[in-house]
């Protein structure tokens, strides 16, 4: 059983807040949340967001599911109370990353409503740009980029989302993405003209 801490002493009255690295960084801090089946195109997409915006001057940091899940979150699994507290743990690095000021562009299944909510809970609203990366199973299964899809197939990966485990839609997305019927570069320009109003320092 463990229990919580009661040495703690927060510090944040005392340090720079995130509106003075911001200015520093002349950018402001979202985190941009892409969401979608496996091989819908996230990790693609962001990577070419990131050089776009690098170009532009803005700073950022790429999550996804190998960078986490080989460090900070490698001692999680896959089952269902994992994969929450994976996006628990995601979502306050997320936040940490935001009060830099840096844009943080995170790439993960993140298969439910709910799931997507607790990071949004602890992102805030506000900052929390959830892009719906929209490619179907079956599209997805043909790509199979990393051989994951005929593993589910052949049972060597317990639910697998889409498969044997939902994947729930966003409601009301800030931004969807096609990437069945767009290229990678079309897909990328759409996010940024999306994103760059509220990147922008005034």
């Known amino acids: 059983m463990t229990t919580k801490a009661t040495n703690i002493h927060p510090v944040?009255?005392?340090?720079?807040?995130?509106?003075?690295?911001?200015?520093?960084?002349?950018?402001?801090?979202k985190v941009i949340w892409m969401t979608g089946l496996s091989g819908s195109g996230k990790t693609t997409i962001a990577i070419g967001l990131e050089k776009?915006?690098?170009?532009?001057?803005?700073l950022t940091q790429i999550l996804d599911g190998d960078n986490i899940r080989t460090g900070i979150n490698k001692n999680l699994g896959f089952s269902e109370e994992d994969r929450t507290e994976n996006i628990r743990r995601i979502a306050e690095v997320s936040k940490l990353f935001l009060n830099c000021?840096?844009?943080?562009?995170?790439?993960?299944?993140?298969?439910?409503?709910?799931?997507?909510?607790?990071?949004?809970?602890?992102?805030?609203?506000?900052?929390?740009?959830?892009?719906?990366?929209n490619a179907?199973?079956?599209?997805?299964?043909?790509?199979d980029v990393k051989g994951l899809y005929k593993k589910a197939r052949n049972g060597e990966i317990k639910n697998f989302t889409g498969l044997d485990s939902p994947f729930e839609a966003p409601e009301n997305p800030f931004l969807e993405i096609k990437t069945s019927e767009m290229t990678p570069v079309e897909s990328v320009e759409?996010?940024?003209?999306?994103?760059?109003p509220r990147l922008i320092r005034n």
């Open 12 to 29: 944040f009255d005392r340090i720079l807040g995130r509106e003075d690295k911001e200015e520093i960084l002349n950018q402001n801090s």
């Open 52 to 58: 776009e915006l690098q170009k532009r001057g803005f």
């Open 136 to 143: 179907s199973y079956k599209v997805c299964e043909e790509r």
């Open 101 to 133: 000021g840096v844009i943080t562009i995170n790439c993960f299944v993140s298969p439910t409503i709910d799931i997507r909510d607790v990071a949004k809970e602890i992102v805030g609203k506000e900052d929390f740009l959830e892009v719906y990366v």
């Open 190 to 196: 759409k996010v940024i003209e999306a994103i760059l």
